[in-house]
């Protein structure tokens, strides 16, 4: 009994519900813990509170010569819940051109975070060219590794900073977001994943200073499959945004099989809204990654005069696992790049984050702009010690490869 007046309701046939919220004891005056509102879009929060990325029921052809296609949830049906639960049930059906579907979420709001286990069983009316499992959508503005649009008082705005994925190999992947100066999409193929995920994993206030959006408190989001999804993708979409009320970021898992009119698909999996993912590699993870100027000995700043070759420098530090161990024996990073040379690489212990950084200088060897794909792992006498970084890097045109010295304002 939450005090509602129900009675202007009665002999009402279209109430003219877009959605509905959840409440929980004891915070039900303060604010609501999950929301299903508009299209097929829901979300939940952790023990902060503070709604960060969602969540969508399916996404159809995000990423198509067409044009995207977004389902609806079209009706909703409840389980009953008796005083004390936590736990309810909801039942909805999913509607549109290509596709209907039948969805039950039971939904556990526990103290820290909320988890939902999600069943669907899908119809498909037509070919579908691209179908998009446990969607989600959030914002990357910029962060550390990517502050084009940054020129606020504010060191980062986000709500997740990577994409994090547990391949079904066992193998663990960070790949940092970007906000690209033009429409990005990459495919990450794996065969029965065992989780993929948008996370906001630094949480730290000073990080930045926003006292209205509150980004240090934004939730992580993580899939964890139930049944077996076969071979497919884990795709990222990532969009220039200038704003950080405009959602940016897409990620979803596609099926490698082709949609044809008729099919019949089910999918089981556990979404968690929590701060940290529930499950983490047992290998140092990337805490962090940072850009800038490069050509330079570490500790020295530009002064006096620039380098004379333009390079881009990227630190990443990673911390946890058995680095300690690993480095009285010899920590190797393993860099591979699609595009150019890594240079003047080095491995620095950091006490303050009790981590390592691993640093390096990319350069040139064209003057391609196409993006250039990275990734590195640390390797300790021929065995990997660290999940696996991602980054996708987009060179500047050979005109705009130079340092400006800004000294002088113009």
Same mark, same amino acid.
């Given at each position: 009994?939450?005090?509602?007046?129900?009675t202007?309701?009665?002999?009402?046939?279209?109430?003219?519900?877009?959605?509905f919220?959840v409440?929980?004891?004891?915070?039900?005056?303060?604010?609501?813990v999950?929301?299903?509102l508009?299209? #097929?879009?829901?979300?939940?929060?952790?023990?902060?509170?503070?709604?960060?990325?969602?969540? $969508?029921?399916l996404?159809?052809?995000?990423?198509?010569?067409?044009? =995207?296609e977004f389902?609806?949830?079209?009706?909703?049906?409840?389980?009953?819940?008796k005083?004390?639960?936590?736990?309810?049930?909801?039942?909805?059906?999913l509607d549109s051109?290509s596709?209907?579907?039948?969805?039950?979420?039971?939904?556990?709001c =526990?103290?820290?975070q909320?988890? !939902?286990?999600?069943?669907?069983?899908l %119809?498909? +009316?037509?070919?579908i060219?691209?179908?998009?499992?446990?969607? !989600?959508?959030s914002?990357?503005?910029?962060?550390?590794?990517?502050?084009?649009?940054?020129?606020?008082?504010?060191?980062q705005?986000h709500?997740?900073?990577?994409?994090?994925?547990?391949?079904?190999?066992g193998?663990?992947i960070?790949r940092?977001?970007?906000? &690209?100066?033009?429409?990005?999409f990459?495919?990450?193929?794996?065969?029965?994943?065992?989780?993929?995920?948008?996370?906001?994993l630094? $949480?730290?206030f000073?990080?930045?200073?926003?006292?209205?959006?509150?980004?240090?408190?934004r939730p992580s989001?993580?899939?964890?499959?139930?049944?077996?999804?076969g071979?497919?993708?884990?795709s990222l979409? =990532?969009?220039?945004?200038?704003?950080?009320t405009?959602?940016n970021?897409?990620?979803?898992?596609? &099926?490698?099989?082709?949609?044809?009119a008729?099919?019949?698909?089910?999918?089981?999996?556990?979404?968690?809204w #929590?701060?940290?993912p529930?499950?983490? #590699?047992p290998?140092?993870?990337?805490m962090?990654?940072?850009?800038g100027?490069?050509g330079?000995?570490?500790g020295?700043a530009?002064?006096?005069h620039?380098?004379d070759?333009?390079?881009?420098?990227?630190?990443?530090?990673?911390?946890?696992?058995?680095?300690k161990?690993?480095? &009285?024996?010899?920590?190797?990073?393993?860099?591979t790049?699609?595009?150019?040379?890594?240079?003047q690489?080095e491995?620095l212990?950091? =006490?303050?984050?009790?981590g %390592?950084?691993i640093?390096?200088?990319?350069?040139?060897?064209?003057? #391609?702009?196409a993006?250039?794909?990275?990734?590195m792992?640390?390797?300790?006498?021929?065995?990997?010690?660290?999940?696996?970084?991602?980054?996708?890097?987009?060179?500047?045109?050979?005109d705009?490869?130079?340092?400006?010295?800004?000294?002088i304002? +113009?």
């Amino acid at each position: 009994d939450a005090g509602v007046d129900t009675t202007q309701l009665e002999g009402q046939s279209d109430l003219g519900f877009a959605g509905f919220r959840v409440f929980k004891a004891p915070e039900l005056a303060r604010r609501d813990v999950v929301s299903f509102l508009g299209a #097929s879009y829901f979300r939940a929060v952790d023990d902060t509170y503070q709604y960060g990325l969602s969540a $969508r029921g399916l996404a159809i052809d995000t990423y198509t010569d067409g044009q =995207e296609e977004f389902p609806d949830f079209t009706a909703f049906w409840f389980d009953t819940a008796k005083p004390g639960d936590t736990t309810f049930t909801v039942y909805a059906l999913l509607d549109s051109a290509s596709v209907t579907g039948a969805y039950k979420f039971v939904i556990h709001c =526990e103290k820290s975070q909320v988890i !939902m286990d999600v069943e669907n069983h899908l %119809y498909a +009316r037509k070919d579908i060219k691209q179908l998009g499992i446990a969607p !989600m959508t959030s914002m990357f503005s910029c962060g550390n590794n990517e502050r084009r649009v940054c020129d606020t008082i504010h060191p980062q705005i986000h709500d997740s900073d990577r994409l994090a994925m547990w391949r079904g190999n066992g193998e663990w992947i960070c790949r940092p977001l970007n906000n &690209p100066q033009k429409l990005q999409f990459n495919a990450y193929m794996d065969d029965n994943p065992k989780g993929f995920g948008l996370l906001q994993l630094d $949480r730290d206030f000073s990080h930045y200073q926003d006292v209205m959006g509150w980004y240090n408190k934004r939730p992580s989001l993580w899939v964890e499959p139930r049944n077996k999804w076969g071979k497919g993708a884990v795709s990222l979409m =990532e969009i220039p945004t200038t704003g950080e009320t405009l959602d940016n970021v897409v990620c979803f898992w596609q &099926p490698e099989k082709a949609i044809k009119a008729g099919d019949t698909l089910a999918f089981n999996y556990r979404l968690y809204w #929590s701060a940290q993912p529930p499950v983490q #590699s047992p290998l140092a993870r990337v805490m962090a990654t940072r850009t800038g100027m490069g050509g330079f000995p570490e500790g020295w700043a530009p002064g006096e005069h620039y380098p004379d070759k333009w390079a881009r420098r990227f630190a990443i530090d990673f911390v946890g696992g058995d680095l300690k161990a690993a480095a &009285p024996k010899g920590i190797e990073p393993v860099i591979t790049l699609s595009s150019g040379e890594a240079k003047q690489i080095e491995i620095l212990y950091v =006490e303050p984050f009790d981590g %390592y950084r691993i640093q390096f200088d990319w350069y040139p060897t064209s003057d #391609s702009t196409a993006p250039v794909d990275m990734r590195m792992f640390l390797r300790c006498q021929g065995e990997a010690i660290s999940e696996t970084w991602l980054y996708q890097y987009f060179p500047p045109a050979p005109d705009k490869r130079r340092y400006v010295d800004d000294r002088i304002m +113009r």
